[in-house]
């Protein structure tokens, strides 16, 4: 897995890129209540806002890490958005890419690199 600086991991699963949210940032943002996914087909660049997750503490925006179309997303989280919070580097993923060039995933950290972030 790769990890942002926005606290997202990156899963390469095939010609896709699985993206969700770190245990840290699960935990900065508390109990879950609310997740907006993107559309399927929607061609998307980095840094544009893909998903809105709302909490018992604050709304954010999941951005998009890297340009691509988004081929699917987890309608699991729509029915139960606290599932982020259970399993947020498992089940919990918010949507899958399709990249033009996988090559851009090493630009991000490795699982080390990103412990080393949050020091």
Known sequence: MKYTEEHEWLRVEGDVVVVGITDHAA????DVVF?????????????DEVCVIESVKAASDILAPVDGEIVEVNEALVDN????????????WFFKMKLDDLSVLEDFMTEDEYKDFLG
């Open 81 to 92: 958005p606290g599932l982020v919070n259970e399993d947020p580097q498992g089940d919990a």
């Open 27 to 30: 935990e900065q943002l508390g």
């Open 35 to 47: 997740v907006e996914l993107p559309e399927i087909e929607a061609q998307v660049a980095k840094g």
